[in-house]
């Protein structure tokens, strides 16, 4: 038997890289309720310099009818570690992603995003299930 060489694939990385939001059959459709995730090790790359972005990721959404598995969350959100990406498409994507998972009746996702070269960002947006919460700016008259 040969040992484990640094080229090969570990079991974890082989699972981030599967990784996709896997949902599962909300136990009280019809109450609204507010499910709230804190995901404190969220990193990504800059895309203009390489250099890691490190950031507090909230999740805060109340579901319709189906719920979010939290182990396949957290594998979904390990795979931008190696991806180059801005604060504002990074958080924009995490939501068009859950949406499309779960279609909750509300959605709030926040990026904290630790700060570096004296500029701290923070990009929250927001969905809800009605359109309500859309920019009216972006509404067809």
Do not use: W
């Not at 404190?40 to 890691?52: D, H, V």
């Amino acid at each position: 038997m040969t040992q484990s060489t640094a080229s090969n694939v570990k079991y974890g990385e082989r699972q981030i890289a599967e990784g996709e939001l896997i949902t599962f059959p909300n136990p009280r459709i019809g109450r609204t309720y507010e499910v709230n995730i804190t995901l404190p090790e969220f990193t990504c790359k800059c895309p203009f310099s390489g250099y890691p972005d490190f950031a507090t990721i909230y999740i805060a959404y109340c579901p319709n009818e189906k719920v979010v598995e939290l182990k396949a969350l957290k594998l979904y959100i390990n795979s931008y570690r190696d991806r180059y990406i801005s604060h504002e498409e990074v958080i924009n994507q995490i939501l068009d992603d859950f949406v499309a998972a779960c279609d909750p009746l509300k959605l709030t996702i926040k990026g904290d995003f630790n700060p570096r070269g004296n500029v701290h960002t923070v990009i929250e947006v927001n969905h809800c299930k009605d359109g309500s919460s859309e920019n009216p700016s972006q509404r067809k008259s």
